[in-house]
T-cell receptor, first 111, second 109 residues
Framework: EAQVTQNPRYLITVTGKKLTVTCSQN?????MSWYRQDPGLGLRQIYY???????DKGDVPEGYKVSRKEKRNFPLILESPSPNQTSLYFC??????????FGPGTRLLVL | RKEVEQDPGPFNVPEGATVAFNCTYS??????FFWYRQDCRKEPKLLMS???SGNEDGRFTAQLNRASQYISLLIRDSKLSDSATYLC??????????FGGGTRLMVKP
């Protein structure tokens, strides 16, 4: 089944404790992206990757890191999480210039 | 001005009604257009792409007006299961998706 998977789905952590949210897709898509969704602000792009070893900042990259060592994986790293990073996070992938397919989301609470 | 604007709603309609949503976008160079559906606390799911000639998928019809820079979605014979938030999405150069804030639809018995 073609899909985008994210782990963990839910996470509660404390300020400053490094965490990684994994994202994997099995559709051989070149393009992958991370978004956060907050009430009243909609979906905002954090980082994206056009292909392996090619990443770039989206609209709200501060406090986040990503890597793209393999085509299928695009982890999101929070080196020192803060409460303002409490949010719902979505990973997405697509072929170039095509609609994106989203993972099921990761709900993060930073205390 | 937001790059993609939608009326947030909610649109409250009875079952069987026809409802239409509009969306405007500001970037005249935008390349592709989509409607996504998002249920509460779930991921956005592609509903349909929007083509210049207009396109239909069952009860759903999408239209694009490049001259006026707006996109529409028409839902006929609304079902309770159509209740969701509908996101207007624009694809720009570099594969960048820009999302509207969403229009909430509530279909009532």
């Amino acid at each position: 089944e073609a899909q985008v998977t994210q782990n963990p789905r839910y996470l509660i952590t404390v300020t400053g404790k490094k965490l990684t949210v994994t994202c994997s897709q099995n559709m051989n898509h070149e393009y992958m992206s991370w978004y956060r969704q907050d009430p009243g602000l909609g979906l905002r792009q954090i980082y994206y990757s056009m292909n392996v070893e090619v990443t770039d900042k989206g609209d709200v990259p501060e406090g986040y890191k990503v890597s793209r060592k393999e085509k299928r994986n695009f982890p999101l790293i929070l080196e020192s999480p803060s409460p303002n990073q409490t949010s719902l996070y979505f990973c997405a992938s697509s072929a170039p210039s095509r609609a994106q397919y989203f993972g099921p989301g990761t709900r993060l609470l930073v205390l | 001005r937001k790059e993609v604007e939608q009326d947030p709603g909610p649109f409250n309609v009875p079952e069987g009604a026809t409802v239409a949503f509009n969306c405007t976008y500001s970037n005249s160079a935008s390349q592709s257009f989509f409607w996504y559906r998002q249920d509460c606390r779930k991921e956005p799911k592609l509903l349909m792409s929007v083509y210049s000639s207009g396109n239909e998928d069952g009860r759903f019809t999408a239209q694009l007006n490049r001259a006026s820079q707006y996109i529409s979605l028409l839902i006929r014979d609304s079902k309770l299961s159509d209740s969701a938030t509908y996101l207007c999405v624009v694809l720009n150069a570099g594969n960048m998706l820009t999302f509207g804030g969403g229009t909430r639809l509530m279909v009532k018995p």
